[in-house]
């Protein structure tokens, strides 16, 4: 029996592919495409979901827009439950950002929780959608107010995003103009995402696989560490690891 030492041939498709025919790939090619939909807590992230899809609320939500296929992953906002969105950043391939417009007493803690998101290397460069949301609200700060009081420009050219800002309102009377603008920017984010789809995808598929494998590495090590501790023991070792988290989520959002 002889083995062969010959290498399997990789198949890769891609000079073959003629460009007309990549044209049309291009145009017909239904794209998955993951958001994350975050922003701090109350600022209207799950009513804008609601009315985007008009529907239930689920925790992610589907829905097609043109060629994408395109899953909200709705992130809640308050301050112990931020530390949990870094487990999400691989998955993305876009952000949509919410801010309430109108709570100005917030927007120190908004401006500090985005420009840690955007620094973050597995957000850095991904395209980012701000809904300058509660427009409805006499109050409420306009685009280009909020895009002087976040210090937009520095924040994104520092971390290389593509970004765009538009107002919304996720009020049940909703105007038209308003729910247009919302439309408006998610078909800008998913177009944005279309023209570096291929970088995207690779760099969701290798962040996803290398989020998996620590936690799946821990599993095991956890199983084992619980087996050998008493009740009491177990007790005082989350109550710590509760206290470190705290502070962590308190020191890195
Ligand atoms: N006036 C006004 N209220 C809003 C708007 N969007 C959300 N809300 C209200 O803000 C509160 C928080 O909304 P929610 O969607 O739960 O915020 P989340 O915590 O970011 O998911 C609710 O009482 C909503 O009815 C808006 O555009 N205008
Ligand atoms: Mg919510």
Redesign the pocket.
């Known amino acids: 029996m002889t083995i062969s030492s010959q290498r399997p041939q990789s198949h890769n498709l891609e000079g073959r592919i003629s460009p007309q025919c990549r044209l049309t790939l291009f145009f017909f090619l239904i794209r998955k495409v993951t958001l994350l939909v975050m922003?701090?807590?109350?600022?209207?992230?799950?009513?804008?979901i609601?009315e985007i899809q008009r529907g239930e609320e689920p925790a992610v939500s589907k829905l097609r827009v043109d060629r994408f296929e395109v899953s909200l992953v709705?992130l809640?906002?308050g301050q112990r439950s931020r530390g949990t969105w870094r487990n999400h950043y691989g998955d993305a391939h876009g952000i949509i950002f919410?801010l309430?417009s109108?709570d100005v007493l917030r927007m120190e803690e908004a401006k500090r929780t985005l420009s840690r998101l955007l620094a973050h290397p597995r957000i850095s460069g991904k395209p980012l959608l701000l809904l300058a949301?509660?427009?409805?609200?006499v109050d409420a700060l306009l685009p280009c107010e909020l895009i002087e009081c976040l210090s937009l420009e520095k924040l994104v050219n520092e971390n290389k995003s593509l970004c765009r800002i538009e107002p919304?309102?996720?009020?049940k009377s909703l105007h038209k103009s308003q729910s247009r603008t919302i439309l408006q920017g998610l078909r800008w984010l998913l177009h944005t995402i279309a023209i570096n789809y291929s970088v995207l995808s690779a760099r969701v598929q290798q962040d996803s696989l290398d989020q998996k494998a620590p936690r799946e590495q821990e599993a095991p090590r956890r199983a084992t560490r619980a087996h050998s501790q008493t009740r009491g023991e177990r007790f005082e070792k989350e109550r710590e690891s509760e206290e470190e988290w705290v502070g962590a989520v308190w020191e890195h959002g």
């Open positions: 922003g701090l807590d109350n600022t209207g992230k799950t009513s804008l609601t709705d809640s906002g919410v309430d109108s949301n509660k427009q409805d609200k919304s309102s996720a009020t």
